[in-house]
């Protein structure tokens, strides 16, 4: 599957940004969606994660309670609400794909990514 994330920007502190991944395909419902997000001079990490269905979703403890992850699998689109971002949430923000049959959190079990969208938080 190939994928294309869109969305990011410049936005001051407390603002709201939404990411879009769209996948390719016709097998974008068997898919595992995660978002995970990698700042200059760090490691990638884990942001958040949704079943193929939309029922079970996972985010990471530093996201909590601001962003929500979303699928509409009939659009083929998987989606990363922001609220409330701080400028630690400043990063490139990629999406990745797996056929998993468990909620993932590690990079290594997505097998498809995104080309990354940057996301800048000013304060």
């Given at each position: 599957v190939q994928l294309q994330a869109s969305g990011g920007g410049l936005v001051q502190a407390g603002g709201s940004l939404r990411l879009s991944c769209v996948a390719s395909g016709r097998t974008f419902s068997s898919y595992v969606m995660g978002w995970f997000r990698q700042a200059p001079g760090k490691e990638r990490e884990f942001v958040?994660?949704?079943?193929w269905?939309?029922?079970?979703?996972f985010v990471a403890d530093?996201?909590?309670?601001?962003?929500?992850?979303?699928?509409?699998?009939?659009?083929n689109t998987a989606n990363l609400q922001m609220n409330s971002l701080r400028p630690e949430d400043t990063a490139v923000y990629y999406c990745a794909a797996a056929q998993?049959?468990?909620?993932?959190?590690?990079?290594?079990?997505?097998?498809?990514?995104?080309?990354?969208?940057q996301v800048t938080v000013s304060s």
């Open positions: 958040a994660v949704i079943n269905s939309g029922s079970n979703t530093s996201v909590k309670g601001r962003f929500t992850i979303s699928r509409d699998n009939a659009k998993v049959s468990f909620i993932p959190t590690k990079a290594k079990s997505f097998h498809s990514w995104g080309q990354g969208t």
